[in-house]
């Protein structure tokens, strides 16, 4: 799966159906109706689903049911697996390592051989390119997942030489977050330092620990946000964008705007179809038909959907298929335990609310797969993993 995401989609998809099937295999389907956190998903998806009878645009209808295919297969898989032995998370982490090491190698060849290039194009918001290809917020949301993973398993290494090299990828992987500059993985990056120093503060055994790092990591962002030429062009982008905004231009050529049009489009919708909305099929079409009518300034190729999950439901299956939604998106912290594992299951949920707040994440092959799979290995060592 982890090859899948940086080099194939087509692998990617082989990968998720025989990982479901050997997970599943001699599983009997009684037991599946135990899991309740699926039952929610099969539900919101089966209610999304039912609006093909007013979709138009049926292909369009079956690519965006397509894709969520993996929401019905993946968590079902992972409940049913074994607890991972000590050896088997060590194979994981060091798959992770080789896996989005190259892709921070790639990157970093386009930045080293061409570096004024790319160094400039950051003015104009635009970003090092990226395995997998024009995927830059999951692969560096990928990255800081990967952090918030190798900080779990740091106490749990025992091998000295293992545990340094993991150290040294956590350091190497936060700069290179810094270097992409991307919005989303910067912010989740920093959501997982404050939570993390505050729960090392908490305990009285990491106490000091904690001190040294909230020092280290003050004075760390201070440099990368003054030295990383990258890092400092995004920031101006943003600053000039957010003054484009407040005066009251909306061309989505100026960073997120497009995005705030896309909220404002997908309420007038929701307005005129709340219970079932317009039907799956039909979203892009609704869309452009409020962007000719209230935005005609805006050009075809720059008209968004809703970049917002739980509006993205509403629009195509009603609010209560939101509501849904919503449930299924909440249900895991039921389940939330009040220990070192649970405290990761929670950041890393809390850090997966970022891209269902922003963008069109489970519309997307590689952003299904990133908010399943980051957050399904969190829940089952929460699940089925002894802690020392």
């Known amino acids: 799966?982890?090859?899948?995401?940086?080099?194939?989609?087509?692998?990617?998809?082989?990968?998720?159906?025989?990982?479901?099937?050997?997970?599943?295999?001699?599983?009997?389907?009684?037991?599946?109706?135990?899991?309740?956190?699926?039952?929610?998903?099969?539900?919101?998806?089966?209610?999304?689903?039912?609006?093909?009878?007013?979709?138009?645009?049926?292909?369009?209808?079956?690519?965006?049911?397509?894709?969520?295919?993996?929401?019905?297969?993946?968590?079902?898989?992972?409940?049913?697996?074994?607890?991972?032995?000590?050896?088997?998370?060590?194979?994981?982490?060091?798959?992770?390592?080789?896996?989005?090491?190259?892709?921070?190698?790639?990157?970093?060849?386009?930045?080293?051989?061409?570096?004024?290039?790319?160094?400039?194009?950051?003015?104009?918001?635009?970003?090092?390119?990226?395995?997998?290809?024009?995927?830059?917020?999951?692969?560096?949301?990928?990255?800081?997942?990967?952090?918030?993973?190798?900080?779990?398993?740091?106490?749990?290494?025992?091998?000295?030489?293992?545990?340094?090299?993991?150290?040294?990828?956590?350091?190497?992987?936060?700069?290179?977050?810094?270097?992409?500059?991307?919005?989303?993985?910067?912010?989740?990056?920093?959501?997982f330092i404050a939570a993390y120093l505050i729960f090392l503060l908490y305990k009285k055994q990491t106490r000091l620990l904690g001190f040294s790092l909230v020092i280290g990591i003050c004075i760390s962002a201070m440099l990368a946000f003054m030295f990383v030429p990258t890092l400092k062009n995004r920031v101006d982008h943003f600053k000039w964008s957010v003054q484009v905004f407040e005066e009251g231009k909306r061309d989505p050529n100026y960073g997120d705007i497009g995005r705030y049009i896309s909220y404002d489009l997908a309420w007038k919708i929701i307005k005129q179809h709340p219970l079932n909305g317009v039907g799956a099929g039909d979203i892009f079409y609704e869309m452009n038909e409020k962007y000719d009518r209230f935005y005609p300034q805006i050009k075809k190729d720059l008209r968004l959907i809703p970049h917002n999950q739980p509006l993205i439901i509403a629009v195509a299956s009603g609010i209560p298929s939101m509501l849904v939604f919503l449930i299924w998106l909440f249900y895991p912290l039921k389940e939330l335990k009040k220990n070192r594992a649970g405290f990761f299951f929670f950041i890393t949920w809390i850090i997966l609310m970022i891209p269902i707040m922003v963008e069109p994440v489970l519309e997307i092959q590689f952003g299904i797969f990133v908010y399943l799979f980051f957050l399904l290995i969190q829940r089952q060592v929460m699940q089925k993993t002894a802690e020392d």
């Open 1 to 191: 799966m982890l090859a899948g995401f940086l080099f194939s989609r087509a692998v990617l998809s082989v990968a998720m159906i025989l990982f479901g099937v050997n997970a599943l295999w001699n599983i009997h389907p009684k037991k599946w109706l135990k899991e309740k956190w699926w039952l929610w998903g099969v539900a919101w998806i089966a209610v999304f689903a039912i609006s093909f009878f007013w979709s138009d645009d049926k292909a369009y209808w079956t690519e965006h049911l397509q894709v969520k295919l993996p929401i019905l297969l993946l968590p079902l898989s992972f409940a049913f697996l074994p607890a991972f032995s000590k050896k088997q998370l060590y194979i994981y982490t060091i798959a992770l390592i080789i896996f989005l090491s190259f892709g921070i190698a790639y990157s970093m060849y386009f930045l080293f051989t061409q570096p004024a290039h790319y160094i400039e194009g950051y003015r104009f918001s635009n970003v090092l390119p990226t395995l997998p290809k024009n995927e830059h917020i999951r692969f560096t949301l990928s990255l800081a997942l990967g952090v918030v993973w190798l900080c779990y398993m740091l106490p749990v290494i025992e091998k000295k030489w293992f545990k340094r090299i993991t150290l040294i990828i956590v350091i190497l992987w936060s700069l290179a977050i810094h270097i992409y500059a991307v919005r989303t993985g910067l912010l989740a990056f920093y959501l």
